[in-house]
């Protein structure tokens, strides 16, 4: 079944840096468009990036401008987020997310492209502290 | 940025009678192809989000036909025709135009 696993959080001192993996399974990862997701404590989603299927475009919220790197390997089915210089405010729960849409039969390029996270995974918790 | 708000902040609903919420973006999500970019999740306790709905009414997969979304332009709804008890949970409506991706702050549905 269709499938994503986070991993790589823990807690983390401020201004360090952490990568945050996603294993994809059950689907053709290398089709569909991927997000990062997060969830401050008690708090409720914020957006943090998108990678196009084939990584070719990239978009961040600007909280994480310029800190924040989102990539794929879709050899290994592996969506990864790379937070450098991290804040207390960082701390959340990320939540990897796949897009509705499969790239291979819709043209993901068009002006018309809807963003929506179908599925989740469990998501991998962030702490940021000293 | 295009900025949600979503009323109530918390709703409490008897199992059986409706329920609604309400979602306002502060630029309209209408596409010129005619479509509604909004998106509704629930987010149950200790769990991840899943999709309701999306371009503004239509059901994701598995969903229950007692869940509706409707509204154009700026202003959104998401009701609930008859609540269960597994309703419970925080909703959450999301622009899915253009980035930054942004979503409502959450109503969080309660049973009575």
């Known amino acids: 079944q269709v499938q994503l696993v986070e991993s790589g959080g823990g807690v983390v001192q401020p201004g360090r840096s952490v990568r945050l993996s996603c294993l994809a399974s059950?689907?053709?990862?290398?089709?569909?468009?991927m997000y990062w997701v997060r969830q401050a404590p008690g708090k409720g989603l914020e957006w943090v990036a998108v990678?196009?299927?084939?990584?070719?475009?990239?978009y961040y919220a600007d909280s994480v401008k310029g800190r924040f790197t989102i990539s794929r390997d879709n050899s290994k089915n592996t969506l990864y987020l790379q937070m450098d210089s991290l804040r207390a405010e960082d701390t959340a729960v990320y939540y990897c997310?796949?897009?509705?849409?499969?790239?291979?039969?819709?043209?993901?390029?068009?002006?018309?492209?809807?963003?929506?996270?179908?599925?989740w995974g469990q998501g991998t918790t962030v702490s940021v502290s000293s | 940025d295009i900025v949600m708000t979503q009323s109530p902040l918390s709703l409490p609903v008897t199992p059986g009678e409706p329920a609604s919420i309400s979602c306002r973006s502060s630029?309209?999500?209408?596409?010129?192809?005619?479509?509604?970019?909004l998106n509704w999740y629930l987010q149950k306790s200790g769990q991840s989000p899943h999709l309701l709905i999306y371009?503004?009414?239509n059901r994701a997969s598995g969903v229950p036909d007692r869940f509706s979304g409707s509204g154009s332009g700026t202003d959104f709804t998401l009701q609930i025709s008859r609540v269960e008890a597994e309703d419970v949970g925080v909703y959450y409506c999301?622009?899915?135009?253009?980035?930054?991706?942004?979503f409502g702050g959450g109503t969080e549905v309660e049973i009575k």
């Open positions: 997310a796949r897009d509705l849409h499969d790239c291979s039969s819709n043209n993901c390029y068009l002006r018309d492209y809807y963003y929506t996270m179908e599925v």
């Open positions: 059950g689907f053709t990862f290398s089709d569909y468009v």
């Open positions: 990678i196009w299927f084939d990584g070719n475009k990239k």
């Open positions: 630029q309209s999500l209408l596409h010129s192809n005619g479509y509604n970019y």
């Open positions: 371009l503004g009414s």
């Open positions: 999301m622009q899915a135009l253009q980035p930054p991706l942004t």
